[in-house]
């Protein structure tokens, strides 16, 4: 091949990517928002701690039109005598929940700065952000 249609291929190439966007060639192209409050966690429960780490637990229920791919929730862990805040984590989960359909997830989260607390903690979440494809 001469080096004329080498430049060639690269020039329709970058041309394709400009008018399409860059998304349309990656495999995680096409993703959307989704509205949390199209999303729905059923049951949801902090685990005890294993080797380090706490893990939650519950159902996802998937109430758009979308693939369900990507979750992030917000973990807060409150001293149960004063409402304080012990520790506050993001937690990032991948899924793959089609449209009007919901998965029992188990996740692990990273909550190794919490000493063990001398009373009774509670813990509370909220969705951050959704996405679906």
């Not at 495999?27 to 959307?32: I, V």
């Not at 693939?67 to 005598?81: H, K, Q, S």
């Not at 903690?121 to 996405?131: E, F, G, L, V």
Request: a neutral charge.
């Amino acid at each position: 091949m001469s080096l004329g249609w080498i430049i060639l291929i690269i020039f329709l190439i970058v041309l394709a990517i400009f008018f399409r966007g860059a998304s349309s060639f990656l495999p995680f192209g096409g993703e959307h928002r989704i509205l949390i409050t199209e999303i729905e966690l059923v049951g949801f429960r902090l685990l005890p701690p294993c080797a380090f780490s706490h893990r939650i637990a519950g159902r996802v229920i998937n109430r758009t039109e979308l693939v369900l791919t990507e979750m992030a929730l917000e973990i807060t862990l409150l001293d149960y005598a004063d409402g304080n805040i012990i520790e506050q984590r993001d937690k990032v989960i991948w899924l793959d929940v089609p449209p009007g359909q919901a998965r029992d997830i188990v996740e692990y989260v990273d909550l190794s700065r919490t000493r063990q607390p001398f009373g009774t903690i509670s813990w509370r979440y909220r969705i951050i952000y959704a996405k679906g494809r």
